[in-house]
């Protein structure tokens, strides 16, 4: 999250993180056990995306290589 976050403001230098995360559209997740990083990744989401939704899928065991992956979508004008 630190990284999209880095990306975002390197492409749009004026925003403040929290403005940052706004282009973010679409989030999907791929988990070997979901229950094992919901808890964690619920508290690291909430501090970064706050009160944005984006579109978000989650896909379990099977189509992921190790325990987990994440991808991050972004529109910046």
């Known amino acids: 999250m630190q ?6 403001l390197a492409v749009l230098p ?6 940052a995360w706004q282009a973010v559209y679409q989030v999907n997740t791929y988990h070997a056990d979901i229950s094992s990083v919901s808890v964690m990744f619920g508290k ?6 706050g009160s944005h939704r984006p579109a978000w899928t989650a896909l379990g065991a099977g189509l992921v ?4 992956e994440i991808a991050v979508f972004a529109a910046v004008p």
């Open 3 to 8: 990284n999209v976050e880095k990306a975002i």
């Open 14 to 19: 004026g925003l403040i993180p929290e403005e």
């Open 44 to 49: 690291v989401v909430s501090k970064y995306l």
């Open 65 to 68: 290589i190790g325990n987990f």
